[in-house]
C-alpha cells in the first residue's frame, strides 16, 4: 500500500493504547493529531524520538496536539516502554500490521544498504477534520519533535 498524501482523508482506525483503552481516530475530530509510526519499543531511534517528544510535551500540549505512536508492538511492551522513559503522549499496538499498511509506514525499507521488510519511520500531521495536513516519509529522530512543532504551527496560522 502506498503512502497517504496530503489532502487525502486520514485512514480511520481503533487501536489499543499501553492501558488496553481503545483509541480511535475519529474520536479525535476537532483536534490536530501527530501520528507517528516507528520500529519498536526501546530502540535506540525510537527511544530518541519518543523522549524528544517527552522533553517538548509542553509545546504539544500547548499546540492542542494529540499525539500517537504507533508500532507492532503489543500493549504491555508500550507500557513499559511509558513507564521506564516517563511518557506523556499515547502508544498504540498494530501487532497486525493493519493501521501501519494503512498508513503505507509497512514495507521494504533499506538500512546500511541492506534491504528488509518491515516498519518505515514516518509520521503524518492529522487536521482537525480529519484530513491529513503533512508527511514526513523518512523521519529524522533528533529533528523530528521541532519539526513536527513547526507544521503544527504552520496549521494552526493558516
Known amino acids: ?4 498524501e496530503a489532502g487525502q482523508p486520514a485512514p480511520t482506525f ?5 492501558d488496553g ?7 479525535l ?11 519498536r519499543d ?31 508492538d503489543t500493549v504491555d511492551s508500550h507500557a513499559d516502554f511509558v513507564a521506564a522513559h516517563g511518557l ?11 493501521v501501519l499498511e494503512a498508513y503505507g509506514a509497512w514495507g521494504e525499507k533499506v538500512l546500511y544498504g541492506r534491504t528488509s521488510v518491515g516498519v518505515i519511520r514516518c509520521t503524518f500531521l492529522i487536521a482537525p477534520d480529519g484530513t491529513i495536513a503533512k508527511v514526513w516519509k ?8 521541532d519539526r513536527v ?4 504551527a504552520d496549521l494552526q496560522g493558516a
Open 88 to 98: 506523556p503522549h499515547t502508544l498504540l499496538a498494530d501487532p497486525d500490521r493493519d
Open 138 to 145: 523518512r523521519v529524522q529522530t533528533k529533528q523530528h519533535a
Open 21 to 27: 483503552r481503545d483509541v480511535s481516530l475519529a474520536d
Open 42 to 72: 526501546d530502540t535506540p531511534g525510537c527511544t530518541t524520538q519518543a523522549c524528544g517528544i517527552r522533553d517538548r510535551w509542553a509545546a504539544f500540549e500547548g499546540a492542542g496536539a494529540v499525539v500517537l505512536g504507533v508500532s507492532p
Open 14 to 18: 481503533t487501536l489499543p493504547d499501553q
Open 29 to 39: 475530530r476537532g483536534r490536530p493529531v501527530v501520528l507517528y509510526f516507528y520500529p
Open 1 to 4: 500500500m502506498t503512502m497517504p
Open 149 to 152: 512543532l513547526a507544521a503544527l
